[in-house]
Protein backbone atom coordinates (compact mmCIF):
# COMPACT_ATOMS: atom_id res chain seq x y z
CA UNK A 1 0.00 0.00 0.00
CA UNK A 2 1.12 3.16 -0.75
CA UNK A 3 0.29 4.60 2.96
CA UNK A 4 -1.75 7.96 3.55
CA UNK A 5 -1.67 10.07 0.65
CA UNK A 6 -1.92 13.73 0.88
CA UNK A 7 -1.88 16.91 -2.18
CA UNK A 8 -0.81 19.81 -2.25
CA UNK A 9 2.33 18.77 -0.19
CA UNK A 10 3.17 22.84 -0.23
CA UNK A 11 0.33 25.69 -0.58
CA UNK A 12 1.12 28.98 -0.93
CA UNK A 13 -2.16 31.34 -0.90
CA UNK A 14 -3.10 34.71 -0.39
CA UNK A 15 -5.31 35.82 2.47
CA UNK A 16 -9.61 35.86 1.62
CA UNK A 17 -8.98 32.63 -1.15
CA UNK A 18 -10.33 29.66 -0.37
CA UNK A 19 -7.77 26.33 0.09
CA UNK A 20 -8.88 22.69 -0.53
CA UNK A 21 -6.48 20.15 1.03
CA UNK A 22 -7.30 16.14 0.15
CA UNK A 23 -6.76 13.01 1.84
CA UNK A 24 -6.65 9.45 0.24
CA UNK A 25 -6.53 7.26 3.49
CA UNK A 26 -5.26 3.42 3.43
CA UNK A 27 -7.57 1.21 1.86
CA UNK A 28 -9.75 -0.89 4.43
CA UNK A 29 -9.08 1.82 7.06
CA UNK A 30 -12.50 2.94 7.74
CA UNK A 31 -11.18 6.10 10.59
CA UNK A 32 -9.53 9.13 8.87
CA UNK A 33 -8.51 12.21 10.84
CA UNK A 34 -7.48 15.53 10.13
CA UNK A 35 -4.83 16.89 12.50
CA UNK A 36 -3.50 20.67 12.59
CA UNK A 37 0.53 21.48 13.64
CA UNK A 38 1.99 24.73 14.93
CA UNK A 39 5.04 25.81 17.20
CA UNK A 40 2.42 27.75 19.18
CA UNK A 41 -0.48 24.48 19.70
CA UNK A 42 1.26 21.60 18.66
CA UNK A 43 -0.56 18.54 16.90
CA UNK A 44 -4.18 19.64 17.68
CA UNK A 45 -6.81 17.07 16.39
CA UNK A 46 -9.40 19.03 13.73
CA UNK A 47 -11.77 16.24 13.02
CA UNK A 48 -12.38 12.68 12.87
CA UNK A 49 -14.75 10.72 10.30
CA UNK A 50 -15.63 6.94 11.14
CA UNK A 51 -17.04 5.09 7.95
CA UNK A 52 -17.26 8.35 5.80
CA UNK A 53 -19.66 9.85 8.92
CA UNK A 54 -17.85 12.53 10.78
CA UNK A 55 -18.05 11.75 14.20
CA UNK A 56 -16.27 14.45 16.40
CA UNK A 57 -15.65 18.14 14.53
CA UNK A 58 -15.12 19.94 18.27
CA UNK A 59 -11.80 20.97 16.95
CA UNK A 60 -12.79 22.91 14.19
CA UNK A 61 -11.74 26.19 14.77
CA UNK A 62 -14.68 28.08 12.95
CA UNK A 63 -17.01 28.18 10.70
CA UNK A 64 -14.66 29.02 7.83
CA UNK A 65 -13.40 25.43 8.34
CA UNK A 66 -15.42 22.48 6.67
CA UNK A 67 -14.42 18.79 5.78
CA UNK A 68 -16.31 16.23 3.97
CA UNK A 69 -15.52 12.19 3.29
CA UNK A 70 -17.91 11.87 0.10
CA UNK A 71 -16.03 7.68 -0.19
CA UNK A 72 -14.42 5.66 1.90
CA UNK A 73 -10.90 6.42 -0.72
CA UNK A 74 -11.25 10.44 -0.11
CA UNK A 75 -11.85 13.37 1.73
CA UNK A 76 -11.06 17.07 1.75
CA UNK A 77 -10.43 19.98 4.32
CA UNK A 78 -11.51 23.43 3.14
CA UNK A 79 -10.88 26.45 4.24
CA UNK A 80 -12.83 29.07 3.03
CA UNK A 81 -11.80 32.19 3.40
CA UNK A 82 -8.11 31.77 4.63
CA UNK A 83 -6.40 33.71 6.68
CA UNK A 84 -2.86 34.34 7.81
CA UNK A 85 -3.42 32.39 11.28
CA UNK A 86 -4.29 29.77 9.41
CA UNK A 87 -0.98 28.99 8.20
CA UNK A 88 0.16 25.68 9.67
CA UNK A 89 0.85 21.90 8.58
CA UNK A 90 -2.16 20.03 8.04
CA UNK A 91 -1.92 16.31 8.72
CA UNK A 92 -4.29 13.62 7.53
CA UNK A 93 -4.37 10.02 8.98
CA UNK A 94 -6.10 6.95 8.83
CA UNK A 95 -6.31 3.85 11.51
CA UNK A 96 -8.67 0.52 11.09
CA UNK A 97 -11.05 -0.76 13.51
CA UNK A 98 -9.02 -3.76 15.35
CA UNK A 99 -11.71 -6.12 14.96
CA UNK A 100 -10.88 -5.83 11.30
CA UNK A 101 -7.75 -7.57 12.14
CA UNK A 102 -5.29 -5.03 10.52
CA UNK A 103 -2.25 -3.67 12.51
CA UNK A 104 -3.56 -1.18 15.39
CA UNK A 105 -2.08 2.52 15.60
CA UNK A 106 -2.42 5.50 13.26
CA UNK A 107 -0.72 6.21 9.54
CA UNK A 108 -0.18 9.57 8.99
CA UNK A 109 0.53 11.05 5.39
CA UNK A 110 3.38 13.54 4.80
CA UNK A 111 1.38 16.70 5.50
CA UNK A 112 0.44 20.14 3.48
CA UNK A 113 2.55 23.20 4.74
CA UNK A 114 0.01 25.38 4.11
CA UNK A 115 0.95 29.42 4.62
CA UNK A 116 -1.03 31.98 3.72
CA UNK A 117 0.23 35.70 2.88
CA UNK B 1 -9.92 16.01 28.85
CA UNK B 2 -7.12 13.94 29.00
CA UNK B 3 -3.43 15.25 30.02
CA UNK B 4 -0.81 14.41 28.64
CA UNK B 5 2.73 15.42 29.93
CA UNK B 6 6.19 14.49 28.05
CA UNK B 7 9.92 14.42 29.84
CA UNK B 8 11.95 15.81 29.59
CA UNK B 9 11.31 18.49 26.27
CA UNK B 10 14.75 18.75 25.21
CA UNK B 11 17.49 15.76 25.40
CA UNK B 12 20.87 16.57 23.52
CA UNK B 13 22.70 13.06 23.24
CA UNK B 14 26.30 12.22 21.89
CA UNK B 15 25.48 8.87 19.32
CA UNK B 16 25.95 5.40 20.76
CA UNK B 17 23.81 7.21 23.96
CA UNK B 18 20.63 5.18 25.73
CA UNK B 19 18.07 7.46 26.32
CA UNK B 20 14.73 7.57 27.95
CA UNK B 21 11.86 9.31 27.22
CA UNK B 22 8.65 9.42 29.43
CA UNK B 23 4.93 10.21 28.97
CA UNK B 24 2.34 10.99 31.98
CA UNK B 25 -1.45 11.21 31.04
CA UNK B 26 -4.07 11.77 33.56
CA UNK B 27 -6.87 9.33 32.80
CA UNK B 28 -7.45 5.81 31.90
CA UNK B 29 -6.75 5.12 28.71
CA UNK B 30 -7.39 2.48 26.53
CA UNK B 31 -4.60 3.66 23.58
CA UNK B 32 -1.36 4.87 23.62
CA UNK B 33 0.68 5.50 20.85
CA UNK B 34 4.85 6.52 20.56
CA UNK B 35 5.37 8.54 17.07
CA UNK B 36 9.14 9.88 15.68
CA UNK B 37 8.40 12.83 13.59
CA UNK B 38 11.87 13.13 11.33
CA UNK B 39 13.67 16.71 10.47
CA UNK B 40 11.56 16.68 7.32
CA UNK B 41 8.16 16.73 9.36
CA UNK B 42 7.03 12.79 8.66
CA UNK B 43 4.85 11.12 11.47
CA UNK B 44 6.15 7.64 11.79
CA UNK B 45 4.21 5.34 13.88
CA UNK B 46 6.88 3.33 16.51
CA UNK B 47 4.49 1.75 18.68
CA UNK B 48 0.59 1.17 20.01
CA UNK B 49 0.89 0.34 23.62
CA UNK B 50 -1.72 0.57 25.66
CA UNK B 51 -0.52 -1.75 28.17
CA UNK B 52 2.63 -3.58 29.01
CA UNK B 53 6.19 -3.97 27.07
CA UNK B 54 7.25 -4.32 23.16
CA UNK B 55 10.49 -3.94 21.33
CA UNK B 56 11.38 -3.20 18.00
CA UNK B 57 14.99 -3.27 17.38
CA UNK B 58 16.75 -0.95 19.61
CA UNK B 59 13.46 0.91 20.59
CA UNK B 60 11.30 -0.45 23.05
CA UNK B 61 8.57 0.76 24.97
CA UNK B 62 6.83 0.34 28.37
CA UNK B 63 3.22 0.92 29.47
CA UNK B 64 2.26 0.70 32.94
CA UNK B 65 -1.70 1.93 32.58
CA UNK B 66 -2.62 1.54 36.17
CA UNK B 67 -0.03 4.35 37.29
CA UNK B 68 -0.06 6.51 34.16
CA UNK B 69 2.86 6.57 32.73
CA UNK B 70 4.79 4.79 29.65
CA UNK B 71 8.65 4.89 28.53
CA UNK B 72 10.15 5.02 25.54
CA UNK B 73 13.45 3.64 25.56
CA UNK B 74 16.26 4.12 22.72
CA UNK B 75 19.69 2.56 22.77
CA UNK B 76 22.98 2.93 21.18
CA UNK B 77 21.43 6.16 19.90
CA UNK B 78 22.13 6.78 16.43
CA UNK B 79 22.44 10.63 14.20
CA UNK B 80 19.05 9.05 12.80
CA UNK B 81 16.86 8.93 15.75
CA UNK B 82 16.95 12.64 15.50
CA UNK B 83 13.95 14.38 15.93
CA UNK B 84 10.51 14.98 18.26
CA UNK B 85 9.41 12.45 20.28
CA UNK B 86 5.06 12.22 20.88
CA UNK B 87 3.12 10.64 23.08
CA UNK B 88 -0.88 10.81 21.77
CA UNK B 89 -3.17 9.11 24.21
CA UNK B 90 -7.13 7.98 23.80
CA UNK B 91 -9.59 6.65 25.74
CA UNK B 92 -10.80 3.46 22.99
CA UNK B 93 -8.64 1.89 20.50
CA UNK B 94 -9.92 3.48 17.36
CA UNK B 95 -10.84 6.36 18.68
CA UNK B 96 -9.17 10.46 18.34
CA UNK B 97 -6.17 10.31 20.47
CA UNK B 98 -4.56 13.74 21.84
CA UNK B 99 -1.18 14.48 21.55
CA UNK B 100 1.85 15.75 24.17
CA UNK B 101 4.13 18.48 23.21
CA UNK B 102 6.68 16.08 22.70
CA UNK B 103 10.79 15.30 23.30
CA UNK B 104 13.06 16.91 21.11
CA UNK B 105 16.16 14.32 20.56
CA UNK B 106 19.19 15.88 19.28
CA UNK B 107 21.77 13.21 18.64
CA UNK B 108 25.36 14.37 17.85
CA UNK B 109 27.75 11.99 15.58
Known amino acids: DAGVIQSPRHEVTEMGQEVTLRCKPI?????LFWYRQTMMRGLELLIY????????DSGMPEDRFSAKMPNASFSTLKIQPSEPRDSAVYFCASTANPGQGMPWGYTFGSGTRLTVV | GIQVEQSPPDLILQEGANSTLRCNFSDSVNNLQWFHQNPWGQLINLFYIPSGTKQNGRLSATTVATERYSLLYISSSQTTDSGVYFCAVGYSSASKIIFGSGTRLSIRP
Open chain 1, 27 to 31: SGHDY
Open chain 1, 49 to 56: FNNNVPID
